[in-house]
């Protein structure tokens, strides 16, 4: 397959996935800490994971955009208000795609399975700390409190993120290997 | 043995009756909309406002002037007007927002005078400190905000979506020149976009399907692990059936002989007419007019004048 078209429809088809979650709130885990868990950031990770770095920029781009849009237009909760600033809701998100990435890159070689665990668990910290520290650069708020966030929200989100980008990155590599050779 | 029988208590005492209404989430969906009015704001070129939303959005982030920001919330208000849009439906956003706009001004009213020495002190009580330099930050905290999400519900309420990428697309062209992948990363957009109605449909099949093997999907119980095991069992085979649309999606385009930008030629071609010119100069004399306010302080001497009249 021409691999420049398979990487832009990927990319397309991930950040969709990635609106849709934000859109339909499936991506919304309630939580006792109050913010709600977030499993939108792992499109980028998982398309990161199959195609590469660039791929990985392009779908943390298009989930930069739609938190952007959605902070602004149609806000679901408090926390939107801060996603008006693109400084905050697109910068940090370009970088998780290129550190999973080269996560997965780094720890392949050792084992497949913990080795995508380990990337969906590194995408999800980058997205947790890059946007909490923004917020802590923009003092919207106080440091102590942004610790406390990324303890209380950070860890189990990135417990999440690495469950699904292993069974979704396993589940489609096991298809593509069992269907070898009859693809018609 | 007994869990199937378990399972089936379950399922007859009712835990699975979920409406067909659950599972239709266009109804829930709440991103900005196209309101085709075709005012003068509708028809304008999508590169024009593309270009003055950006700097809209930078002005509003940089000034640091009441003034300025208040000439810039009236520019955006005289364009909603101009677009034929009811006030109401670009003002809906701010509702939800409000009362978390006044915790987000109270922090800064409390914490921005630890930081400044300079200010001179309006208001202290004990640890409780307000100078006249907080006040204005979270007077500019506030206007900011409404500048930027009336901005935007502007912008999304007059351009349709593909309106949208064909302006982005046409912006960054130049771009191509020296290496960009302009083209390629605007078909990716294009695609999230036009895949976002078949995911839709996907999600409630997929959650029709798990339904009928007994998943419930009611938001009754608040608890955590419950919704995750809920989750998963619709997420995986969620990505899973995307990427074999992709696959499908690539092979189509492959046999179509699509090969990436260079050399495309396309269907839908900009051309700005001279009101599109006009528009461009009027937004940009509004925004730099703003900034020049910004640059020139005259918060002071407005203030002045106003307590002169008041008083």
């Known amino acids: 397959m021409n691999e420049k078209v398979r990487k832009i429809v990927v990319s397309g088809v991930m950040g969709a996935i990635s609106i849709f979650l934000g859109a339909s709130h499936l991506g919304f885990i309630p939580w006792f800490a109050g913010a709600a868990l977030t499993i939108m950031h792992v499109p980028v990770i998982i398309g990161a994971v199959l195609e590469g770095p660039l791929v990985g920029a392009v779908i943390g781009l298009i989930f930069g955009l739609f938190s952007l849009l959605q902070g602004a237009i149609a806000p679901t909760g408090p926390a939107d208000v801060w996603f008006v600033n693109p400084l905050i809701s697109i910068l940090p998100r370009l970088a998780i795609g290129p550190i999973a990435w080269l996560v997965y890159r780094i720890a392949r070689p050792l084992k497949e399975l913990p080795s995508l665990a380990l990337s969906g668990i590194a995408g999800s910290l980058t997205n947790t700390i890059l946007v909490l520290g923004a917020l802590g650069l923009f003092r919207y708020l106080p440091w102590e409190l942004i610790g406390t966030i990324a303890v209380v929200n950070g860890l189990p989100e990135a417990a999440l993120s690495a469950i699904l980008t292993t069974a979704v990155v396993a589940a489609w590599k096991g298809i593509q290997t069992r269907r070898r050779g009859s693809s018609v | 043995m007994r869990s199937v029988t378990w399972r089936l208590r379950r399922r007859l005492g009712g835990c699975c009756v979920a409406e ?138 007059s351009t349709s979506s593909s309106e949208v990428i064909h302006g982005i697309e046409h912006l960054l062209r130049p771009l191509q020149r020296i290496g960009f992948p302009a083209h390629e990363l605007t078909l990716a957009a294009h695609i999230s976009l036009h895949f976002f109605p078949i ?87 509004v925004i730099s007019s703003a900034m020049v306010v910004n640059l020139l302080h005259v918060d002071g001497t407005v203030w002045g004048l106003l307590r002169e009249l008041v008083m």
């Not at chain 2, 982030?61 to 009811?86: D, E, F, K, Y």
């Not at chain 2, 899973?240 to 071609?269: D, F, P």
Request: some cysteine; hydrophobic content about 55%; overall charge positive.
């Open chain 2, 20 to 157: 067909r209404s659950e599972f239709e989430f266009f109804a829930k969906l709440s991103i900005g909309q196209y309101i085709p009015t075709g005012s003068v704001v509708h028809r304008l070129d999508p590169r024009v406002k593309l270009i003055l939303g950006l700097f809209l959005v930078i002005a509003a982030i940089m000034i640091s002037s009441i003034v300025s920001a208040l000439i810039l919330t009236v520019a955006v208000i005289l364009g909603l007007r101009l677009a034929r849009v009811q006030l109401r439906l670009a003002f809906a956003p701010l509702k939800i927002m409000i009362i978390f706009l006044f915790i987000l001004a109270l922090i800064q009213l409390l914490t921005i005078p630890q930081l400044k020495t300079d200010a001179t002190v309006v208001f202290q009580r004990g640890v409780l400190k307000i100078t006249d330099r907080s006040i204005v930050s979270a007077i500019l905290l506030m206007v900011r905000f409404v500048v930027i999400v009336l901005g935007l519900s502007l912008f999304s309420f």
């Open chain 2, 199 to 285: 995911l839709v449909g996907e999600a409630e099949q997929l959650m029709m399907a798990q339904a009928a093997r007994g998943a419930d999907f009611g938001y009754r119980k608040w608890n955590f692990l419950r919704k995750l095991r809920k989750m998963l069992p619709l997420l995986v085979p969620l990505f899973i059936v995307s990427l074999k649309h992709a696959q499908n999606m690539t092979r189509a385009m492959e046999s179509r002989c699509y090969s990436g930008g260079a050399g495309r030629t396309h269907y839908v071609r900009l051309h700005a007419q001279p009101a599109d010119y006009l528009g461009l100069f009027l937004g940009c004399g």
